[in-house]
């Protein structure tokens, strides 16, 4: 398979525990993004790379969040001491950042809760 | 800023045809984004449009009106398998994608 791959697919942690994500996009593609949805909403952006830079970072990433991508290939996402409001499901997406709006492709998740 | 509004839910028969309307307010548009999601997985593209009209691809079609800000996803002969969440989406410059909150279609029998 070589879509974009999320690890680990489920989490759960007790309330100010850190916790970290992957995620592996497709291999040519040189922009990744991390999205985070709750039940009933669209994906809401949290944070995006072009290779190794990040370029962006939305205001709902607070600083108990870091994101890093060291080798413009896989990128983790951690968030320190957890809360409830935590709890979600993390999506990655990739693409080719041809320039236009390309086309994001999504991993499985990585579905966080937060006790 | 970017606004997105679409239905909450929407039910149809199997075999019928089904349009699922997408509004949008942008401050700069670069095309409107489908896409379809599964409960539990991961959402998959199912169409861009960036020039006004209709764009066919097999069952589904999507057809964008960029002076009303409207775009709408036409899914034909209906299946059990188009149960799933549809979501409308803009680029924000290049990158980033604003989403609605996604619209929830149920096929029934």
């Known amino acids: 398979d070589t879509g974009v791959s999320q690890n680990p697919r489920h989490k759960i942690t007790k309330r100010g525990q850190n916790v970290t994500f992957r995620c592996d996009p497709i291999?040519?593609?040189?922009?990744l993004y991390w999205y985070r949805q709750t039940l009933g909403q669209g994906p809401e952006f949290l944070t995006y790379?072009?290779?190794?830079?990040?370029?962006?970072k939305s205001r709902l990433l607070s600083d108990r969040f870091s994101a890093e991508r060291p080798k413009g290939s896989f990128s983790t996402l951690e968030i320190q001491r957890t809360e409830q409001g935590d709890s979600a499901m993390y999506l990655c997406?990739?693409?080719?950042?041809?320039?236009?709006?390309?086309?994001?492709?999504f991993g499985p998740g990585t579905r966080l809760t937060v006790l | 800023g970017q606004n997105i509004d679409q239905p909450t839910e929407m039910t149809a028969t199997e075999g019928a045809i089904v349009q699922i309307n997408c509004t949008y307010q942008?401050?700069?548009?670069?095309?409107l984004f489908w896409y379809q999601q599964h409960a539990g997985e991961a959402p998959t593209f199912l169409s861009y449009?960036?020039?006004?009209g209709l764009e066919e691809k097999g069952r589904f079609s999507s057809f964008l009106s960029r002076s009303k800000g409207y775009s709408y996803l036409l899914l034909k002969e209906l299946q059990m398998k188009d149960s799933a969440s549809y979501l409308c989406?803009?680029?924000?410059?290049?990158?980033?994608?604003?989403f609605g909150k996604g619209t929830m279609l149920l096929v029934s029998p």
């Open positions: 997406a990739s693409s080719l950042g041809a320039g236009t709006a390309d086309t994001q492709y």
């Open positions: 942008t401050s700069g548009f670069n095309g």
């Open positions: 989406a803009t680029p924000r410059g290049y990158s980033t994608l604003t």
């Open positions: 790379f072009q290779n190794e830079a990040q370029l962006e």
């Open positions: 449009n960036v020039l006004d």
């Open positions: 291999s040519e593609h040189n922009r």
